[in-house]
């Protein structure tokens, strides 16, 4: 059992910075492939980045490439994602996730078996 808990959302003005973090309570972190989701209103939740279990591979969804990063510290148990140079677009609420642990990483968010509650961010023009 994996329990995900987001923080670091917020307002900022469009151009600017917010880094997300997700801690993870459970003794299997480092055994998942970790995900950020996003859903903004009246849209589907969408993909945003992975980072595989064990390993630095990194897949990003396009809108973001060159401005988010996500990475992870299986020390602490988390997850970050940093994200720069902020649209009005990327407005939503940013969801946590951890894959099943077969999963080395993923796109799809079938993928994923445990959810955080999510985080507001929110980038004003």
């Known amino acids: 059992q994996v329990q995900l808990a987001e923080a670091g959302g917020g307002l900022v003005q469009a151009g600017g910075s917010l880094r997300l973090s997700c801690a993870a309570a459970g003794r299997t972190f480092s055994r998942h492939a970790m995900g950020w989701f996003r859903q903004a209103p009246g849209k589907e939740r969408e993909f945003v980045a992975t980072?595989?279990?064990?390993?630095?591979?990194?897949y990003y969804v396009d809108s973001v490439k060159g401005r988010f990063t996500i990475s992870r510290d299986d020390a602490k148990n988390t997850v970050y994602l940093q994200m720069n140079s902020l649209k009005p677009e990327d407005t939503a609420i940013y969801y946590c996730a951890a894959a099943w642990v077969d999963i080395n990483y993923s796109v799809n968010r079938y993928d994923y078996k445990y959810w955080g509650q999510g985080t507001q961010v929110t980038v004003s023009s």
């Open positions: 980072i595989a279990r064990s390993e630095d591979r990194t």
